[in-house]
């Protein structure tokens, strides 16, 4: 994780899986008495009017995530989907608990890769809790925005989640930008006069896409019914900002599309390429071919053993034939240039 | 953007973003006391029945869209969409505005290349905000067309925002008729006995399809929105124009992907057609060096210094040999006619 | 337009873009006072009970297309998709008025192409415009039918709708039945034993599958609102007509689909064909060339000049190895004709 | 029809289009008055309770099919289908009249081909019309095994219907399993080391597929509404025997998708494999051109005329240099072997 | 069936069809009197509050079925279904009976190979059936599981259904995971220097593919019912725990997708590397066949009869000339060696 250093290492700062703990009223954060980092203590202070608890956890397993549960009272089943990875997109509801999910993406130079991760957020009435899993894509910094925007986070839970989900969907286009990069380039190399291994290349990239699709497609259906206003419970003044976050996925979505069907066209003519570099070469070596032919043939001729044979008694007969066949060479040499096979 | 030099000289001719900034009452243009483009005068005189102010904005920076959001009261993440370009084309209402955003295409004849630009529309109960983006697809035509359509500028908001639709999706049949005359060139191309790279062509071409799918395909929501007269405060007269242009859409729509599919077609028959080459090239050569072999092989024969080859000795037995070489090699020739090869 | 020679005779036989306009009561023709082809006159007889007026131009400008609209009350943007061809198939509703636009297509057996044009027809409570354009298609047969059933003609407006759509499905199954020929003719030359560019012909064949396409598959809908009893006015009677009519436009797509399908499939055969053509005749080539080596390396051999090779002393070295070479040869020949590679 | 011969003759035994013609009360056979198939008498005794007719033809002309029609009141539109073959698979209501048009399939073992036939079906309250097209498919023995199984021939002409659907359904069934033949006998022949030309299978076999996906895929939506209980008058305790039918036409429709896929991938893998045996016939030729080359190279080197060529004036050098043409040759065999050139 | 060897012993331990036969109340199993598997009795059992039976089945014929059909009342539709195998996954109601067919999956090591059979359950008020076809998949374990967890069992005969459900789609899981990593292999061996047949293992596995998606895509309808609470007679707080598997096979559908369209890429890569592999061995060829010239043309010259060549008689022309070849054929070597062709 060469791309994100300082986020592995403030993550897990003070040795524990739980990144931040913090209540917040009226959208600024409320110092919290006893140890740092107590759920029971936070989520006992976000029992006031306006205020909510927002905990933050790196890759918890299953015994810490339970601890986690029971104070929150979670359904099993997503505290499960929680601690295992590798789970789709969606969006749920356990009572009246929200659970989401979201694959995270973030692209690293040094490998020309997209790697994934995954958050899974809980929204209670009082509280957000969210599982980071995977190195990148660092909520520290979302929270510290939202941190400076009092207003904002005063909304309460959702506007953590609308925050989480925008930051994921930000992420999703840089990492768009990058492939869009990418496959730049392997325009540039397929067109080239250059012969590279492009197959390859595009191969990668093609599977690069699968996983960012894999990762968009199941967020559209959740992140528009936010826009639409289908989810019990949230402030209808936040559509208008989930609208925007869905529709940046779609935009993202489509580019990639797009993106994917150009390479599709680029593998297509990179094995056009290849076999009009095969016809050239064709070209070029049969051109040789018949260049060197001349002399060989010729030097047949006068090679043959017949008694009579004046041109080998002549005074000059040597040098005027190889005189004769340079020429032809020289000749066929030209031709062959002016018809583009050499 | 050579191709419309005019447009750009015209747009900044008092030297601010705002290209104009008029009122009109009953279809016609109000003079305006004080400074030209002064908004908060334009939007004073814009409050009597009947009228609106109808402003548009080339490329404004943040700053300069703030003072107009705050003008005419418009919503922070539409204003944010409108001031940063690249968004996908989308119909939303924030409480009483509506807000469109257009793809512009143009054609640059220079480039044989297509380009993008965009235009986003505020439209409100008794003003109209337009903001364009890039050089082409300018909107100073459209409002002089308007301005002398008086009995259809007297319907409003809405006349303006269908003219604007209109005229992007005329501009979008502009291109597609130019890439229908590049896709009608790459199929003479390939189809010809000339040797081409057509497939950087072809890939060219399926790239700015793609350009155009990406703004074509989301507009038509939007614009089946207003033809079904889904639009909360448009006329009901002004469906059937809006029909008119949904309709424009999907023709245009229509065509790209059908040129889309042909250049898929191309190229396969492209690749069939470098088969075919090599096959030809192979033959040729093939039958040239059949031609070559044979007084190579002769000459071959009567190299050999057996003690009893009678040919050698007889008077004219290099002529003939000569003379026979000569008579295999135009037979082979023709041959080689006949079955086509050569 | 050979194909169809006296039909535009037919059509301009009165020097007028008016084809014919006649009025109808209980499906029997009227004779008109006055000027033939009076519109006025003709409208002024339809308003009688169960009376209604055909009128049938072809080809009308804008300033011919103005006086109609004005006669019968047309809408501006319906009057502007009659008079410019190349809209796309569609069910419009303008007040009372039913507008309609169809693609036609007619096989042009000289050129082995398919040809196209538009019919627009306007149907009012008691009247109906069609305006045509193109060669083919012409609706004076459609007519002559439909005069000869009075019974049919007696259901006023819509049974000529009926007949028209009828007419130019019936036209698009023609059309279908010479693909299908054209698609057997392709097929059958791509797994013949000639090589032939088959490449060129399955293009022009997708070209037309595309503007097949173009024309049918729009008309779906249109068609199945009539056969499903959604056009308001339409008597339920025509019904199971017009989903004859739906059901003959399905299938004839569902043909072309298939069709093109099957040239795909037809392409890929092809390109497979011409590398298994570009496999035997290098295998045919190498085997010559394997043939031809023989007598060359051995008379190579013998025409070295050391002073102790006893064979080119004997009395009968010479025919014996002519006669070894090409005993060579001909076994050579035949185990390439076992192997198949001759 | 040498795959069913037996069928024709069964079918005409009267020299009547009429097969048969039987009226059953609660399941059973009535025996009948007059000529036998005699409609009118069938019909006048199908009227009793619980009783209704059923007539089979085959291949009925347009005269033959009027007088069922006006015996029965059936509409002219429905008429006109069932005589001209070539309809769409479709359900049509006709006011008390339920309309079915089945396309039949069946394999021919002799051409290892499918044919196609029709039949239509006409439900009224108290009798079944069944019009077969075709050779294959006859419905004698879908009539004596429902006869043989009274109680469900007492549910009425919803049995019968069924039953043909039914019928007609496990023939689809049995085509598939014997184009799954088909399909994996390709597969074989292209993973052989065989060459073939399996392209043209391919493509008939495609073909095939698209034969049969237009015969079940436009069946689907109207065995659904049998299965949905969408008919009105059927009774209510067929649907599952429908559901039962339609589940089995999804299932073979399903099936030939996914062998129209695997087709396409053999298709591919057949062009992958036609490369690489050009490879390796390229390698191969090219191995013993190498192989030649070294006797024709060494000669030249032997045959050239110097003076001062000590090797020539050897005892042994003749033997000797064969020798070593003889080892380069054998050791040049045996490094192309390793390598896998040969 | 290797792969799983102790199952088939286990099913058929006591030489029946009928694996298990066993009450369960209130989660617990109850002991029953008489026989064992006796059914009668089992049902009888069954009938007190809280208390179901279940009964697994292993292939049972056509008697054995119809006597699980007496005694539980089933429809005859169904068992037919349940007896003879290859049904499409689905969900059907008669009645009070819930219906329900699962295509199992499992990979065989050994082979390389997915490996299919059939579950087939019927769901009554207070029984289930379970039919299992094929040797993978066995339900003991499954039975073991839940008999450890008292609560969930006794939610009663749908906690069964699920744990069915479950565990089928846990072994898609598994098999995906092994399919990925056939994938990966396959990736690693197109993209290796070394030359294989990549063209049938990717043919192998796009079978494979095709199977997983007939068993899962049919799946998915019949699962998201449960998870959306759309079956009669479901207990609500079973809705969540089915949402999850319909997540799971979602997901694992969603995986094999991508895996197939990964697969199509690879097979475009492996024919790239075909032509590519043939252009590098051409060149190679090429490059050794110019060498191979030089010493043949050069030989050929002085092999010649002249009788004025002044090199011949130089004493060290000979060894010089060697000398020659040799420096132009290295030279060559090098400058092919530079340009990659060797």
Redesign the interface.
Known sequence: MPSQPPAPAAIRDNGRVIVDCAVYRDGSRVPLAGEPNDMRVALEAAREERAFVWIGLHEPDQKEMDEVAQTFGL?S?AIE?AVGAH??P?L?R?DEVLFMVLKTMWYVDEQDAVETGEIAIFVGPNYVVTVRHGAGASLTLTRRDLEDRVEVLGHGPYAVLHSVCDHVVDEYETVAEELQVDVDEV?LS??SDQ?G?D??R??TL??EM?EF??AVV?LREPLSKFANGQVVGMPSEAQ??F??VA?HA??VH??VE?LD??LS???????????????N???K??A???I??V???V???????????P????????PL??AVILAACVTLFFLFKKS?WL
Chains 1, 2, 3, 4, 5 share one sequence.
């Not at 030097?299 to 044979?309: K, L, V």
């Open positions: 359904h089943l989907d789970q789709r969606k749920e356990y325009e397929v067109f012969r291994n197959s390859q595009i191969y093609k599977r699968a699709r894999r199941p208008a900002f609208r925007d529709d779609t935009r489509e580019q797009s069907g150009l066209s680029a593998h297509n003519a990179h094995i056009a390429s290849i076999s009009m570099q095969q016809n070469d064709i070209r070596i049969s040789w071919v018949a060197a032919a002399p060989t043939a030097a047949g001729i006068y090679g043959m053993n017949f008694d009579h044979m041109e080998l008694h002549w005074q000059y007969g040597y034939l190889l583009a």
